[in-house]
């Protein structure tokens, strides 16, 4: 078992997953502890923890520390550790919500450069339009980067069913082909 923590496979999702999840918590998202299909996951559905989001601490790294409030106190989940009960998920709720957040913030950006279209064929370009493309161009690759996670996360999902039911077609199909559909 202390091998399966630092298994590189285990290391890797973590690795892939966290930053991803760390771009878009807020204050006031409910999240659970521990992520589903990880071989070190210590819960049940029935003892996992939920808790609401109070303050989030970014780091240099790019994670992000979180106080959460959970049912027995606040307890801080620490940017960087990949300890069965320290990594986290977004409720499903909750990440419904973030997916609306992202939605409405790309919306709202393609509004603004839709709106200064007429500048496209200036040679002196306005520093203000310089700056909604740049926004704009993070916005969509933080998008993709997002979808991509979704992705990945189905992918370890697909991986699980298809452990526990080698026959079930979509799933291996999934697993054995997901790389086709973030692009790689």
């Not at 998008?143 to 370890?156: D, P, W, Y």
């Amino acid at each position: 078992m202390p091998s399966e923590i630092f298994s590189e496979d285990r290391i890797n999702n973590i690795g892939e997953i966290m930053p991803k999840l760390s771009d878009h918590v807020q204050v006031g998202d409910r999240i659970f502890r521990g992520l589903e299909g990880d071989p070190m996951f210590p819960y049940n559905e029935s003892t996992r923890p939920e808790g609401e989001v109070i303050n989030v601490t970014k780091k240099s790294n790019g994670l992000v520390d979180l106080d959460v409030k959970f049912e027995d106190g606040v307890h801080t989940l620490s940017a960087g550790n990949i300890a069965g009960d320290q990594v986290w998920e977004f409720t499903e709720d909750a990440f419904r919500n973030v997916l609306e957040r992202n939605i409405k913030s790309t919306t709202k950006s393609s509004d603004v450069s839709d709106s200064a279209a007429g500048y496209r064929g200036s040679t002196n370009e306005n520093p203000e339009i310089v700056k909604l493309r740049t926004t704009l161009d993070n916005q969509i690759n933080e998008m993709r980067e997002f979808n991509q996670t979704i992705v990945k996360t189905l992918n370890e999902m697909a991986k699980d069913i298809v452990s526990l039911n080698p026959n079930a077609k979509f799933s291996s199909v999934f697993a054995n082909e997901y790389r086709g559909a973030i692009g790689n």
